[in-house]
Every structure is written in structure tokens, then in C-alpha cells.
């Protein structure tokens, strides 16, 4: 399914159905309410919640990796969807659960059987972290007949279903939000910057890496990598900086900084990468390569452990380059990079800090609607400025 047709189905479906169990729920909530942590009670199983969103999923460790820490004998069981349980395993925090949305029938099929299991089997805790998705409050209710924790929306289908209300705030970013979280469950979760969950490497994935660079470079074993990514996901496509410009980045970077280049992407962005590279000069295209759909996810985490700095949109790929501790340089229109982006000085944000950005936030994805969709934030950001920053995290990975 598309993610315009789940959002469709999510609201006219998922409304009603909300509606009506927070009727119930309202009910319950009345009739008990579930002892506090600090008082002696302590989960014996939590479930989270949180489907979309790979850098979100990246963002969101230091919170189950502070309530295993709390509670070291609790089962806790991470849902999502099926395309990210690969790279979740690898944290080894949380049992994974996965839902495939690629097929309506198996999606209904999986769904119903997992709302099975949290009939037959509740949990003590739900935290959901989604923000507007009716299916994955759905879930919440059914998931725990306790505690169910969420995000707050203005609205009873949500409100009527929650236990415990966190309130977002857009000016903090999604990891001390996330702490909020963590804290309603008498558990603290913070920034660690000397920490990488999936920092550990996989052997042949990381050989398999090393001996195509050494291909791509003729032998030459003291090459540096750049790798660029000029993709940002089919959610929010004005993210995306323009491959004219991608180009002129990655043409400087040849020259100036003696770089060898890689593009990122999955098979169905490949495409889009192939159109970059045949915007440069033919001098620098043979230092230019499309990784683009040709890497397993393990490989893709050695890529871009391997390469010296990562240049990006707004994307996936930037939350994990992060969390592997490679250095990074991102591009940042519609989104505010002080909710999202990652910490850290080896970390740089180019931004240009629009009167009418940041106007993709979470409660609102509709981005561009106050430029009538011209997206001047991403369309007059210059190369000069993203060249210039690439140049200190290029330097700096030298410290």
C-alpha cells in the first residue's frame, strides 16, 4: 500500500473504531486506574509502539534502552513494520514484532493475529509513539487494558484511549521527548554520545564493502569516502535538495577535498542516483559510483562506517550513519533539525531558518503550505554553504 492510501484508510476506518473503543475506555479509566511506578509496581511486560519513520526508530534507543536498564526482567517487544525489523534486530534491546503494510490481505492477516495475541495475552504497558495514526491506537487499546502511553492530540478518539498523556513540544528535540517517556515509567533515558547500539560490525559484510571501494578505486587502498545521499523518502519528497546542486557539491569535492565518491539509496531510488551522476563532469564521473539498491542492509551499515563523512537530505540514512558514529553533513527545508537531527559536533546541519519553516511538523505533514509548495527553504540553499560545511566535517574527521 502507498502512504497516501494508509493514511486514507487510516482516517476513514480508523475514526469510527477509535471513537467507539475510546467509549469503552473512557468507562474503564473511571472505573480503576493503574498503580504509579515509584510506588512499588514495576511492568513484567511493556509493548512499543512505532511504525514509521527509520530515524525516529534509530532516535528512540536510548528510551528502550533505558527501560530495559530499569527493569532488566521485563519483556519488552518492540511493533513495527516489517521493513525495519533488520535493522532493529541489530540494536539487540527488544524483542521485534513486524507488520507488513506491502499487502492489504497480509497486513489485515498479521494484524488480526497480532491483536490475538494482545487479547490473549496483555501486556502491563503500552507505549505507542506514533502521533495521528488511528491503527496504531487501535493497537494500543488492545494491547494493554492498564497503562497506555502517548502523545497528546486534541481529540477524544485519541485522549479517550490513552492512560497517560505526554505533551510533545516541537522546540525540544525528539530525544528529550523521548526521556519524557521514559520518565512516566520511572526510568531515565538520555544522550550518550559515546554509545552506538548497532556499532557492531558484521565480518563478511564489512569485506564485501572494502573489497568493492578497493575495486572502485583502482587498487587504491588510502582512498577517502564521501558517500551522498539524494533521496529522503517517498513521505515527504520536499525534502529532497536538487540533484543539480548534489552535483556541483560532488564535483567540489573531487577536486578540492580529493574525494571518491559512492551514492546511497535503495533499488527503487537507484534511478534518481544514476540521474546525479550523469550531471558531473566526465573527469570527476569516474570517481563517482551508485551503490544505490546493490547493498543488504549490513553492507549498507559498513558503507557507511567506511566512509569518511556522509551528505544527505533529511533522511533515513543520516540516523544511521549517526548511530554507527560516522560523521555527517545534512540538509534541512521543511523540517526543523533541532527536533531531528542528530547530536553532536561531528554532526553538521545546513539550514537556512525560513520565517515559514519548520512547516512539516508532527502534528501536520503537509509540507509547503505556506509557500503555496514552492519550498523556497530547500530551492535557494546554495552549494557554497553545504560545500563549506562539508569541508569542516571533512577536516574534522581528521581530529
Not at 559484510?205 to 572494502?210: K, S
Not at 569516502?225 to 567540489?252: D, I, P, T, Y
Not at 565518491?261 to 564521473?285: K, N, W, Y
Amino acid at each position: 500500500m502507498t502512504i497516501r492510501l494508509m493514511k486514507a484508510l487510516d482516517h476513514a476506518l480508523g475514526l469510527p473504531l477509535c471513537t467507539a473503543l475510546a467509549v469503552v475506555a473512557t468507562v474503564e479509566k473511571r472505573l480503576r486506574r493503574a498503580p504509579l511506578p515509584g510506588s512499588g509496581w514495576a511492568p513484567r511486560r511493556v509493548v512499543v509502539q512505532k511504525f514509521f519513520g527509520l530515524g525516529s526508530l534509530a532516535l528512540m534507543m536510548p528510551l528502550l534502552r533505558a527501560l530495559r536498564e530499569r527493569y532488566p526482567e521485563c519483556e519488552i517487544e518492540l511493533v513495527t513494520f516489517e521493513s525495519n525489523v533488520p535493522l532493529l534486530r541489530r540494536f539487540e534491546i527488544t524483542k521485534t514484532t513486524g507488520i507488513s503494510p506491502d499487502r492489504p490481505a497480509r497486513f489485515v492477516a498479521q494484524t488480526l493475529c497480532c491483536l490475538l495475541r494482545r487479547i490473549m495475552r496483555p501486556a502491563d504497558v503500552v507505549v505507542d509513539l506514533e502521533f495521528l495514526s488511528k491503527y496504531s491506537t487501535m493497537m494500543a487499546f488492545f494491547a494493554s487494558r492498564k497503562r497506555r502511553i502517548g502523545f497528546d492530540l486534541a481529540s477524544f478518539w485519541r485522549r479517550g484511549i490513552l492512560t497517560d498523556i505526554i505533551y510533545f513540544n516541537c522546540a525540544r528535540h525528539i530525544q528529550d521527548i523521548y526521556g519524557m517517556v521514559a520518565s512516566s515509567l520511572d526510568a531515565q533515558a538520555f544522550y550518550r554520545p559515546d554509545e552506538s547500539p548497532a556499532a557492531s560490525p558484521r565480518r563478511e559484510a564489512h569485506e564485501r564493502v572494502r573489497a568493492m571501494f578497493e575495486e572502485w578505486s583502482g587498487g587504491d587502498g588510502e582512498a577517502r569516502w564521501l558517500a551522498v545521499n539524494v533521496h529522503a523518502g517517498e513521505m515527504v519528497l520536499a525534502r529532497r535538495w536538487s540533484l543539480e546542486k548534489f552535483a556541483r557539491v560532488v564535483e567540489r569535492a573531487v577536486r578540492e577535498l580529493g574525494a571518491y565518491i559512492v551514492f546511497t539509496g535503495s533499488a527503487q531510488e537507484r534511478p534518481r542516483s544514476e540521474r546525479c551522476i550523469a550531471m558531473l563532469a566526465p573527469d570527476v564521473r569516474t570517481q563517482a559510483f551508485n551503490a544505490a539498491g546493490a547493498t543488504t542492509l549490513d553492507e549498507l551499515l559498513e558503507l557507511l562506517r567506511c566512509v569518511r563523512v556522509l551528505l544527505t537530505n533529511d533522511s533515513g540514512p543520516l540516523h544511521l550513519a549517526a548511530v554507527i558514529g560516522t560523521p555527517t553533513v545534512s540538509i534541512w527545508g521543511p523540517v526543523n533539525p533541532g527536533l531531528y537531527a542528530p547530536r553532536g559536533p561531528e554532526h553538521h546541519t545546513v539550514y537556512l531558518h525560513y520565517p515559514c519553516s519548520p512547516c512539516m511538523y508532527i502534528y501536520r505533514t503537509e509540507a509547503g503550505r505556506y509557500c503555496n509548495f514552492e519550498h523556497p527553504c530547500m530551492e535557494t540553499l546554495g552549494e557554497d554553504i553545504v560545500f563549506e560545511a562539508l569541508q569542516r566535517a571533512w577536516q574534522g574527521a581528521d581530529a
